[in-house]
């Protein structure tokens, strides 16, 4: 069974050794060498710096393309045109499943066709050098933002190449991202990530880790978010990781939602190690967006405003593209300036919503309750804990494909369009909690006039795109 214990430096030189081999790319890593360079590196992209000393929410879109020179054109462009905090650079998908031979290939068919054939940047096949031009012509601080379960070999080469923040973790780009990727094995992957970062930080150069937020991304119930940031956090701590940054996917509902930001930064705090700054990050809505860029605009909107008022120390933008899919550069510079705007304006504002305090007492509550389950069954240590609590059920993520998780879990929105749970399979939350979920549905099916069903699941599921926030029936449908 894994466990939660720091990796040796031996054991992390061996596992570094082994990798060397699944890329050429991997044997210009120095880790000494890497150190020196990161450290003449300008406090301006310090990722932990510029993030942990900011004053206001910082921006960062979701971008990757496949040639270097066109990675920078577009960052560039967000940068200067969009106004960016803080940079992307999107991983493509042949990468995340560890297929560097196919990555390779698309990469040499998009400098010889200039298409992107790729739906990213292949950091592992640009390599140490390639990766180092990209930081050194960019004038702000770059994340390396992907979906990889084994993320190992990407993390050496960008780490080497100058990046210093690197998103996702062993259950959030595990149980959401795959089918048949063992937890315990991911958790093991993980641990060398981190323990890389980990040792970087003992040399002195402070690499920031963000657990995915949004998980699955469509009406995930808070808790179940909040708690596995929580525990990614408590695992990459282990590992000497001193800049964290928890994230959480927004649900729509503007209470729900500010209550949540408030409650993960909060358990952030209580949870983790005092030597571990804690940040937070805000993902605009993930799920299904309306076809036309009006409409799109107004779900952004949404997301500033929320942003605003909760104050998260980084903002994950949207663009008014995303029916169409990847957006232009243009178009994402778009979705950037609306959610300044809209933070700008509200910044100067004192808001009030009723309702947030109770919400937040509640969302720490449940969330307590499923990870105070998987230190039950772990007897203490994190790494175990969480792969029986999958195992149980005990700890579930809706829509999930993992076989190792349940997927009993559904969510649906109560009749204020708050994400309650609508069949918990063996979810450890206490009765009174799943009482009070029920009872919430039950006050929309009254309303709706019809049952609590799987019916509504799947309506809330578009209701977004379709211009609602919560799937009320048609006229005529029950």
Known sequence: MVRDEKLSESELRRVADDLRGDWPTAEAVDFRESVEYHEALPPSKRFAEVLESADRPLLQPRAGVPRLDDQVRLLTHLLEDGRADLLPTTIDSYT??????????????????GEDTLNGFPAVNHGVDGCRELIERID??????????????????????????????????????TKRRDLAETIEHWQ??????????????RINREPFGPLTGT?????????????EGLLAATQGVRSVTLGYGQVGNLVQDVAALRALRALGEEY?????????????????????????????GLGGATAAVAEPD???TKS??????????EANAAGLRTTRQLIDMLAEQEITLDGVDDEQAFIERSTRCLVDAVLERGDGDVAAGTVRAFEAGALDVPFA???????AVLPARDDDGRVRILEFGDLALSDDIRETHAARLDERATTEQRPCSFRMVADDVDAISEGRLIGRPREGES
């Not at 993320?151 to 190449?161: E, H, K, N, S």
């Not at 009406?219 to 525990?231: E, G």
């Not at 008014?320 to 550069?329: K, L, N």
């Not at 494909?401 to 997927?407: L, M």
Request: aromatic letters at 10%; hydrophobic letters at 40%.
């Open 96 to 113: 995340r499943d560890n297929e560097y031979a196919k990555a390779q290939e698309g990469l040499e068919e998009a400098r010889e066709t």
């Open 140 to 177: 702000g601080p770059v994340e390396v933002r992907h979906g990889t379960p084994d993320a190992r070999l990407l993390a050496m080469v960008t780490f080497a190449g100058g990046f210093q923040s690197f998103e996702g973790g062993p259950v959030s780009y595990n149980i959401p991202y």
């Open 192 to 205: 060398f990530v981190d323990r890389l970062a980990g040792l970087y930080t003992e040399f002195g150069v």
């Open 219 to 231: 009406l995930v119930p808070p808790c179940i978010a909040i708690a596995v940031m929580l525990i």
């Open 272 to 300: 983790l190690p005092d030597e571990v700054a804690v940040t937070t990050v805000f993902h605009e809505w993930m799920g299904g967006f309306p076809p036309d860029e009006a409409r799109a605009n107004g779900v952004i």
């Open 314 to 316: 980084k903002v994950i």
């Open 320 to 329: 008014p593209q995303e029916f169409r899919g990847v957006p232009t550069m």
């Open 401 to 407: 494909p993992s076989e190792s998780a349940k997927g």
